[in-house]
Structures are given as structure tokens and as C-alpha cells.
């Protein structure tokens, strides 16, 4: 599976709950209609809510990966 090239990158693996999905809103916030946002996350926690919050607010998250590191990659497309 070849991986889409974001327009964005935002690594919050030192961030915690609920700063993880205010520093992800920013970032969308900043960004224009369309564009893709790839998140560089850490824990249990970031890993259910931030794509969960991304969908609920009209995002599409357009995948996840897990990593070797136990950390996770969210690519979103903002609304």
C-alpha cells in the first residue's frame, strides 16, 4: 500500500489527553478545505479519541497505522 503524502505533519507522542486532539484541531484549523494531515501519536487514549473527535467534527480519517514503536499513524483529510 503506497502511503499519501500529507500537506501537514504534527507529531503529539509527548502530549496527553485532551491536549492531543486540541493541538490536532489547531493544526486542521490552519489548514485549508482538502488538505491531508498526518499525525504522529502515542497511547491507548490519542489512539481511540483523536480520530474518533477528527470524524465527529466532519474530518475523514483515512487510515491508521501502528508502528514498530508502539505508536501510531492518523492520516486525516480536512473537511
Request: charged content about 25%.
Given at each position: 500500500m503506497?502511503e499519501?503524502?500529507?500537506?501537514?505533519?504534527l507529531?503529539?507522542?509527548?502530549?496527553?489527553?485532551?491536549?492531543?486532539?486540541?493541538?490536532?484541531?489547531?493544526?486542521?484549523?490552519?489548514m485549508r478545505?482538502g488538505?491531508?494531515l498526518r499525525?504522529?501519536?502515542n497511547?491507548?487514549?490519542?489512539?481511540?479519541?483523536?480520530p474518533k473527535?477528527?470524524?465527529?467534527?466532519?474530518h475523514a480519517?483515512?487510515?491508521?497505522?501502528?508502528?514498530?514503536?508502539?505508536?501510531?499513524?492518523v492520516?486525516?483529510?480536512?473537511?
Amino acid at each position: 500500500m503506497q502511503e499519501q503524502p500529507a500537506d501537514q505533519e504534527l507529531d503529539i507522542t509527548a502530549e496527553t489527553c485532551p491536549m492531543t486532539f486540541v493541538r490536532t484541531r489547531l493544526a486542521l484549523d490552519r489548514m485549508r478545505s482538502g488538505q491531508l494531515l498526518r499525525v504522529h501519536l502515542n497511547g491507548a487514549e490519542p489512539r481511540a479519541n483523536v480520530p474518533k473527535t477528527a470524524a465527529d467534527q466532519g474530518h475523514a480519517v483515512l487510515s491508521s497505522q501502528d508502528q514498530a514503536d508502539g505508536s501510531t499513524l492518523v492520516l486525516i483529510r480536512k473537511r
